[in-house]
């Protein structure tokens, strides 16, 4: 099962807790998110990464490009994946 979301999100500054809620509340629960900041790798609130991490769900941040392969090397995998992907 996959998803694909947009939350209203302009650059990896708009990552919040509140713009990650969405991802919390897709059933089946996804156990990980994968995250495309961009043309480079951003660093993430680690508040907002703890927060998806205790609601059980593991959060890969990478640039966009490579984070788009990721999802689709884990949909292949069967997981249960998200992507959250701000263009490049």
Known sequence: SA???SPQVG???????ESLSLFRLLEPQIEILVLG???RVERLHPA???QMRECG???EVQD????????N??????RLVA?????P
């Open 37 to 39: 900041t961009g043309d």
């Open 48 to 50: 907002t990464l703890k």
């Open 64 to 71: 966009t490009a490579n984070a788009c392969a990721t999802f």
């Open 11 to 17: 650059s990896h500054r708009d990552i919040s807790h």
């Open 3 to 5: 998803h694909a979301v």
């Open 73 to 78: 090397f884990l949909m292949n995998e069967r």
């Open 83 to 87: 992507a959250g992907l701000i263009p």
């Open 57 to 59: 769900i593991a959060v």
